[in-house]
């Protein structure tokens, strides 16, 4: 009887002492610490992730299956084999790795064109006051808000007028006078940027006899790494993506990864007819199927998807620095 | 003497102002160039083309043939593609708009806590910033990327937990709508996320010891604080949304321009249409969402 007494009030102790400290582990000292609140908030990241990242994993899980995997009950996500034929075949028809390279032209040139204006263009607006500022917001904000499809016919005229249709400038040169893609956007994240600036640096360069465009290129430019990685990382993978502009100004000329996956199944066809020798009644994986497509649209994506992992850290750094969220 | 002084001082003062305003005016010239020959020309000659049918011969170059508002009467009396079209964008933007903002303030919030891991679904929840696009979404959803239900396993997981078929329907659609909106929502995501760090751990800390709750901490703080960006973030996915790939309206306006009956003033027509429909439909959320304080300064 002792002995069981002992034993109760040794556990009425145990628990006593224990349970703050459990209490405190899982509920924690304020709202937000503790264990279970934790818990939720990865619960409900994982939970969102999944359904974010669903589409990526059933693509790769898809693409790596044959034909007959894929008509095949039992193979729901593993594929029965590990099948690369559909990224050969798909890697021939997206012309890679040329189309990279044609691309990561086109869209790194455009990068620069982008971020010379924008910055010139979002400096002006930013540190200097002249009549008529107001309205050249205003226009800016409309010529965000309109869908690019009010001006592609004019466009496509006035291209054709000065000879730029079928060449790069048809890209460039807009994206060089602040007209681009999305250019609105890249003008206010410099125009914030600059605001943000000290005007007591500027009068100190200014007094010691730098003129407004020394200025600009001495002071403002080595000060704006921020803004300028995340127009530059932006603005890439935008035209990288672009498809609109691309195939009405560029005449089919230059081809980009994303127009050549527009049309990956006339080009798998082609690619098929010259250099299987096979009949599709016959092997059924030379058919065209959502395998074949997804794998180019994974092997699409690659290379941006490589090139964010690379850059990543500094890109979420500058987001804080920049202040995109002033206005 | 002094009174001379005083007038040149003046002078050269507003002399100092006015080389600013142009050297000003000095670096926006590429934006003015721009938008004269690609914006304010073009825009013009949309107008211009919409009241017209327009030819073009090899020889004869471009022609204009004076119809008045004939085009504009096709589109929305006698052709239906575009009015159906466009009721339909009309409506799904409506709603989808409110869903995108309510996710990605979610998600920021999540992102935003003090919980190791966070780096990486930053990183993941920012991925289609980068690579997101028509072809790809396109592919996505037209073969079964983005709906469950062509995964037999997990409609089985998901009927086996809840017996009722509807339900299992609606979570299904749910589903994917879902995946859809949360890989729109990434620069949404972004910049509420960038305003959610700017806001002082001091008032959070001061408003913990006053034994506010989180849940009173959110309405009276955290909402408040980033209610501003929720117009603008309104403007940039309708924006998104109008000009993506996968937008029919888009293809319309395309295709009209090749087909033989219609040609370029019919697509004219059409995209001003498409503006108007645009602008009314960003200032109905614009107003909507404006921030409260904001509406007291104008």
Redesign the interface.
Known sequence: MDRLKQHYSETKDFLGKKKPGMKKFLFGM????GFIY?LC??F??IV??F?????LI??IS?SLMSNIDLVD?TV??IPSKLYTFNYKMTWKALNLPNSYFTTALLAGLSMLCVAI?SG??G???A?????G?KL?LV??LF?????????????F??YSALGLKGNLGAILI?A????GEQAALF?LIFYQFFKMIPKSLEEAAFIDGAG?FKT?IKIAVPMAGPALIIVC??SF?LY?????STS?YLDGKLKTV?ML??NLQNNFGQVISQSVKGDASVNPNLNFT?AK??A??IL??IP??A???FI?RW??ES??KTG??G? | MIKKQKKIGKRNRFNL?RK?????????S??????I???A???Y??IY?SFNNVFYGNETG?KYEWIGLDNFRRILFEDVDFVVEAQNFFMTTLLYVPVIIALSI??AM??N???K???F???????P????????MK??SE????S?NI???IVDVISMVVPNKTITLGIVLI?NT??EL??YSAVPI??F???L??IDRSVYEAS?IDGA??WS?FWKITLPNIYP?VS?VV?FIV?FL??F?TNT??NI??ES?YDGSRR?GY??A???L??FL??IL?SILYFITRSRKNSKEV
Do not use: H
Request: proline fraction near 4%; charged fraction near 10%; include cysteine.
């Open positions: 304020k709202n937000n610490d934790k908030v990865y409900i990241l969102f992730s359904v974010f990242l669903y589409p059933y693509m898809i009950n729901q996500w204006s010139v263009i400096y002006g607006l540190r200097f006051d002249f009549r500022k050249v226009l800016m010529t965000f808000i309109v869908p690019k499809t009010l001006f592609f016919i004019p466009r005229q006035i807009p060089l006078t602040g007209q003008i407004p600009f990382v932006y993978s990288w993506n672009e498809t609109f009405l994303p996956l527009g959502e497509i997804f180019g649209t699409s994506i941006l998807a090139l964010y992992l990543q890109f979420v987001i804080d995109i969220t206005e | 102002k600013r305003g142009l050297t000003g005016l000095c670096f926006i590429p934006w003015i160039v721009g938008f020959a690609f914006v020309y073009p825009l000659k949309t083309m471009w979610i998600i999540l992102l806590q003090k919980v891991g966070t780096a679904f930053r990183l993941l929840f920012f991925l910033i980068i690579i997101l696009n028509g072809e790809l592919n996505m073969y079964g990327g983005m469950i995964n037999e396993a589903f879902v995946v949360l890989w972004l910049i996320l960038a305003a760090q700017k913990a709750s989180s901490t960006l603008v403007i924006v109008a000009n790939e309206i888009n306006i395309m321009k370029e697509a004219s059409l995209s001003i498409y503006s645009q602008i960003i």
